[in-house]
């Protein structure tokens, strides 16, 4: 066991490149071509974390996903798990240290292999991982999965087959997969973006609700802010594979002050219609992760960078206690208003 | 341009039965409103699109109903009749940008093809001269437009649609889901420009989408679909402030959003909705609706005008049945 002050999930200065045309001759001529998808980053995830990584497409949120689980090799750094190193374990080990670490994949209607039961499915991970001795004691972990997930009586689910089931439901069958091991870790990567709206807030509430009760640390990989704000405690701001900036919610969502992380934070759209925010549109869409520019990767979007910015990468710095940003010109805590549905769902809650 | 669509009733007859897309819905669209559609996947939105255009894909049919475009029954005219409204009167920009162009012909080859098989009169170097006019207006280099799709980044080609539907000057843009798949950066800006268009050039537009917050910052006026029935419409105001319909309030409780002052879990809807082929009796929200009663299984309630412009379509909030935990939530949200 390990001491609940230490983080669960950490990684030191990982790096995933990815080669693009570097064959025998580029190499000879110095010409190697390198996509940075995760360029040396740092994170730590406590016991009971819900962290999530935030940004646009191709900044590099699911690749470290796949890293941190040990789906695909570092490029550099190390990644620990419970304090060991993954690249430094035996096959052997490795894979008793996978029955602690699940996912959750976004696509509930490609995740699931149609031509198992969901019973199969369910109990997959288990045989898998030889953590079962018995039928009997197969069936009961199952079952308690299946009622995790809310998905009861499980009796009349466990024989069905995917193409039977909602999408909410196969998510949820996903997530009934991913927790029938007990696992310590989970990496859920957009597990609602595929889903409708009235659906989506369920999963949420079923994923918060797991992690209180079977204390699992997340790592929550999403675009939506407004999904992260709501589910999560720490956020990571990505770009180009580099952290921007990261901290806990509230001094990230609600007091943003890299100007990258307030670009992103205002064009979420607003339900309230009765008030016409501000907005810093962002012009242009992310560079290329293809040999990126010098400086700071934002600086060719900023609108307020300056000589600095284009020739020197700002440091990831510590601007109070756990938050931190990459900037060298830091902008005002990025204020955010008061959401009428606020009473709404206070409404809705009338006993 | 002024649209109004009276009991339009869309089916899709398949081996397996009739699916009952879209039943019965009325709706009116003034000249120069920016209207939102608004529903879950499946509930008609796309469907009803494609019946303005007459381009409902096999096996669907409007089986009833009216579609007036400045009164003249668009469900009557001809096949070359709707030809030649299409792109000239009333223009769509489709779901899914990254796959509308053909990735093999050059952008400008595509967008002047379009203005000319409308006017053949205009000339290539004219059409080539108002394509380009087109992409200054949407925020593009004029000079991009000798590329190929492939060259284009996901929100170019979003914008490149947007010329597309825009080459024969329509007053009426239909946008069915611009921005699914595209940043929520680049979503901003699509949505900023929409909202150009509307306020500039005077278009009449239809937003289809699943996303209510993008109808609370883009549109006046909304439109909620359930199951292929409107369950309530009105300006976005008045809606977003006060819901009456409870599948509406159910659907705003439950969008998290980042400005949440409070910690509170956010509301769902229990439940998926129906399946088409065999829709709930009565009212079609009734088995996810947790005020429902006796009526609301068997009878279908009518949309009614409840306030000036603001219509729905439930035993409810008609009054015709009470609850009492109902109506302390509308008491509550009362702005």
Excluded at chain 1, 22 to 28: E, G, R
Excluded at chain 1, 89 to 117: E, G, M, V, W
Excluded at chain 1, 318 to 342: A, I, M, N, T, Y
Excluded at chain 2, 186 to 198: D, N, P, S, T
């Amino acid at each position: 066991m390990i001491n609940s002050s230490d983080p669960l999930v950490s990684c030191r200065k990982l790096r995933k490149w990815f080669p693009v045309r570097n064959d025998f001759f580029s190499q000879l001529r110095g010409h190697e071509v390198w996509l940075k998808a995760v360029d040396g980053i740092d994170l730590d995830i406590f016991q009971n974390d819900m962290y999530c990584l935030a940004g646009e497409s191709g900044c590099g949120k699911t690749t470290i996903g796949k890293l941190l689980i040990g789906l695909i090799e570092p490029s550099d750094g190390e990644v620990y798990i419970e304090g060991k190193n993954l690249s430094n374990l035996s096959h052997r080990d490795l894979r008793k240290l996978r029955a602690k670490i699940q996912t959750i994949f976004q696509d509930p209607y490609s995740s699931l292999n149609p031509r198992l039961s969901l019973y199969d499915t369910v109990a997959e991970p288990l045989r898998l991982n030889k953590l079962v001795s018995s039928s009997s004691e197969e069936e009961e972990r199952v079952v308690k999965a299946f009622e995790a997930v809310q998905l009861t009586p499980a009796e009349e689910f466990t024989f069905r087959y995917p193409h039977e089931l909602s999408g909410g439901q196969r998510q949820r069958v996903a997530i009934a997969r991913a927790i029938v091991v007990n696992p310590r870790f989970i990496v859920a990567d957009e597990p609602v973006s595929m889903l409708d709206v009235s659906i989506r807030s369920e999963i949420l509430n079923l994923l918060q609700k797991i992690r209180s009760e079977f204390q699992i640390a997340y790592i929550y990989v999403t675009h939506d802010l407004s999904v992260a704000s709501y589910i999560g405690d720490k956020i990571a701001i990505m770009y180009l594979g580099k952290v921007m900036e990261k901290g806990s919610i509230k001094q990230v969502i609600h007091g943003a002050i890299h100007p990258y992380s307030r670009a992103l934070i205002s064009a979420v759209p607003s339900p309230n219609p009765t008030r016409m925010r501000k907005r810093e549109i962002l012009p242009g869409e992310p560079g290329s992760p293809i040999n990126p520019p010098p400086g700071c990767l934002f600086s060719p979007r900023c609108k307020y960078a300056k000589q600095k910015c284009f020739s020197e990468e700002p440091p990831l710095e510590e601007v109070e206690p756990g938050h931190f940003s990459s900037c060298w010109f830091p902008q005002e805590p990025l204020k955010l208003d008061f959401d009428p549905r606020d009473t709404l769902i206070e409404a809705s809650q009338i006993e | 341009m002024s649209l109004r669509v009276e009991d339009l009733k869309i089916y899709y007859c398949m081996k397996r039965g009739e699916c009952k897309a879209v039943e019965d819905i009325s709706f009116n669209i003034e000249k120069g409103d920016s209207v939102g559609l608004v529903g879950e996947s499946g509930c008609g939105k796309s469907t009803v699109a494609f019946s303005i255009l007459r381009m409902l894909p096999f096996p669907g049919e409007i089986m009833d109903g009216k579609i007036l475009l400045d009164n003249e029954d668009l469900v009557t005219l001809s096949e070359e009749q709707m030809r030649r409204y299409r792109w000239t009167k009333i223009s769509m920009v489709f779901q899914g940008a990254m796959n509308a162009l053909n990735p093999i012909i050059r952008v400008k080859d595509q967008i002047t093809e379009a203005i000319r098989t409308h006017n053949p009169s205009i000339s290539k170097s004219e059409a080539l001269k108002s394509a380009r006019e087109l992409f200054k207006l949407v925020g593009m280099d004029p000079n991009r437009i000798n590329n190929y799709p492939f060259e284009f980044s996901g929100g170019m080609k979003q914008r490149a649609m947007i010329v597309m539907a825009l080459a024969c000057n329509p007053k009426f843009l239909i946008a069915d889901e611009p921005t699914t798949a595209l940043d929520v950066t680049v979503q901003a800006q699509i949505m900023e420009l929409l909202k150009k268009l509307v306020n500039d050039l005077g278009i009449t537009l239809m937003l289809i989408t699943h996303d209510l917050s993008v109808v609370a910052e883009t549109c006046k006026k909304v439109i909620i679909m359930y199951a292929g029935k409107i369950v309530e419409s009105g300006s976005v105001k008045e809606i977003f402030a006060q819901p009456l319909h409870p599948y509406s309030q159910g659907l705003i409780a439950s969008i998290p959003s980042i400005e949440k002052s409070s910690n509170q879990s956010l509301a769902s809807i229990p439940g998926s909705p129906p399946n088409l082929l065999k829709p709930p009796t009565g009212c079609r929200f009734h088995p996810r609706c947790e005020y429902s009663q006796e009526v609301c299984r068997t009878e279908d309630p009518q949309i009614e005008e409840l306030k000036k412009d603001h219509f729905v379509a439930c035993h409810l909030s008609s009054g015709r049945i009470a609850s009492e935990k109902y109506n302390q939530v509308i008491q509550k949200v009362k702005l």
